[in-house]
């Protein structure tokens, strides 16, 4: 049990220090040093991430003969990310400040927590292949407290990506506080390359639209 903890909340940590819209929007809201928000945001995003994964590693014989529904979900996921990353390269084009160009932040950071883990398509993909790998060297099995164990540790590991993105990704946007431009074309591009590849993925690779094939 403790080798499982160990690797799942060491690849949840590593696999949430890549640029993205949710640790940006947490150093966002530490730099503004609206505490409260950033860990509301943090909670919410997380809570959607372990609920899914919670789902996914229990009903995986069920989600490989749910092909269609996988592909639709791929493309309204590929429309929001499209969306968004066009909010963001607007924003850097009209060479408005970093927040103006974050996606929904108009909303509660909570909601927006909720609503930009949910769109995250990433989530399914990285861990039903975690999954597969850690079931063939037997690191996890089919018991519930394996199952929580699990869990446990991919949230932990978020949070801890979230914590140093809080604490050391707000001083990084106070120092590149004259380079938000930048930053707004950073999001945006890593948004519209993430739904490239999404596109590539449903419509190009071989591999097929099981979740097997859904992956990074």
């Excluded at 914590?163 to 950073?186: K, M």
Aim: hydrophobic fraction near 55%; charge should be positive; glycine fraction near 10%.
């Amino acid at each position: 049990m403790k080798r499982l903890f160990c690797w799942a909340l060491s690849v949840s940590f590593l696999g949430s220090l890549p640029l993205g819209t949710l640790n940006l929007s947490v150093a966002n809201y530490a730099f503004r040093q609206n505490i409260v928000g950033a860990v509301g945001f943090s909670l919410a995003a997380i809570f959607v991430e372990v609920t899914l994964v919670r789902l996914a590693v229990t009903t995986v014989r069920r989600l490989e003969r749910m092909s269609r529904f996988f592909l639709l979900f791929r493309m309204l996921t590929c429309g929001m990310l499209l969306f968004l990353a066009g909010n963001s390269l607007l924003a850097a084009w009209r060479m408005e400040t970093f927040r103006s160009g974050l996606p929904v932040t108009w909303l509660n950071p909570v909601l927006s927590g909720f609503v930009l883990s949910m769109i995250n398509p990433l989530h399914l993909p990285f861990w039903l292949a975690w999954t597969a790998l850690f079931r063939s060297k037997n690191i996890l099995d089919d018991r519930p407290r394996s199952y929580n164990t699990f869990v446990l540790a991919i949230g932990l590991g978020t949070g801890a990506a979230f914590f140093l993105y809080g604490f050391a990704g707000g001083f990084l946007i106070q120092e590149l506080g004259g380079r938000q431009v930048l930053l707004n074309w950073l999001v945006g591009v890593t948004l519209l390359v993430t739904a490239g590849w999404q596109i590539y993925k449903a419509f190009y690779k071989k591999a097929g639209h099981s979740p097997a094939g859904f992956s990074r």
